[in-house]
């Protein structure tokens, strides 16, 4: 069974930055789309960024392009979201999750997604 396990999280003030961790065990997801999505309390949950199988592709939600980055680290089996010129309307439960199936080009849909971990909190405030 694929765990997913997200670190990283925390409170910073805007502008700051952070970078999530989402370390994989159970299988290799170096041939699998992984994505972050978040979620605050009372909303649905977000798609935030995506990375197709082969770490070619990218996609991110129009509100952290230009400051978000995600990447993977298929020796580590980890994926990671750089986190920059965080603002509040950034604070939000983190997710990250893998693609059901393998060899895929990325995907804002969360249904397209079969592990998920446990979520990072992360609190921008002043």
């Known amino acids: 069974q694929a765990h997913l396990v997200e670190s990283g999280g925390g409170s910073v003030e805007p502008g700051d930055s952070l970078r999530l961790s989402c370390t994989a065990s159970?299988?290799?997801?170096?041939?699998?789309?992984m994505g972050w999505f978040r979620q605050t309390p009372g909303k649905e949950r977000e798609f935030v960024a995506a990375i197709d199988w082969s770490s070619r592709r990218a996609e991110y939600t129009d509100s952290v392009r230009g400051r978000f980055t995600i990447s993977k680290d298929n020796g580590k089996n980890t994926l990671y979201l750089q986190m920059n010129s965080l603002k509040p309307e950034d604070t939000a439960l983190y997710y990250c999750?893998?693609?059901?199936?393998?060899?895929?080009?990325?995907?804002?849909?969360?249904?397209?997604?079969?592990?998920w971990g446990q979520g990072t909190q992360v609190t921008v405030s002043s």
């Open positions: 999750a893998a693609a059901r199936m393998p060899y895929g080009l990325g995907t804002r849909r969360g249904v397209d997604f079969g592990s």
């Open positions: 159970g299988r290799s997801f170096s041939t699998y789309a």
